[in-house]
């Protein structure tokens, strides 16, 4: 072992952390928005929208990410990246009568917003609870 990796330790035998993947829908058309109020009413539809250039949004994505315990049949999980799809995130907002926010995530049941937040309000959310 060379004095270097002595002082500063070896990358040998370190895991590599391995990254959550959650089964993200992307929502990338003004289209799904009927589908999804038409699926919440079997099953819970969640919105997590999010901007890509914002380190507050950044923080609240990992936050979600890390404490996501829910799987596929759980509820439906969607991605939108709002910068690329403003007018998607735009019509949210109209369809489902919340205010625009950004990061934001609504939980979506029998055709309506039962819960949402935004900002670090976000990790508050229960998801577990609208199954």
């Not at 890509?52 to 991605?79: H, N, P, W």
């Not at 625009?100 to 309506?112: A, C, F, R, Y």
Request: aromatic content about 8%; overall charge negative.
């Amino acid at each position: 072992m060379s004095l270097l990796n002595k002082l500063f330790g070896s990358s040998e035998g370190k895991e590599k952390k391995e990254e959550k993947v959650l089964p993200w829908i992307p929502l990338v058309n003004v289209s799904q928005l009927d589908e999804i109020e038409e699926k919440s009413k079997t099953k819970t539809q969640v919105i997590f929208k999010h901007s890509t250039t914002c380190g507050i949004s950044r923080m609240s994505m990992k936050q979600f990410v890390s404490a996501y315990g829910l799987t596929e049949d759980d509820l439906d999980l969607y991605y939108l990246d709002l910068l690329n799809y403003r007018e998607v995130s735009n019509e949210t907002g109209y369809k489902f009568q919340v205010r625009h926010e950004s990061p934001q995530l609504l939980v979506i049941k029998n055709g309506e917003v039962v819960a949402h937040e935004s900002h670090g309000a976000i990790s508050s959310v229960d998801l577990g609870a609208f199954v």
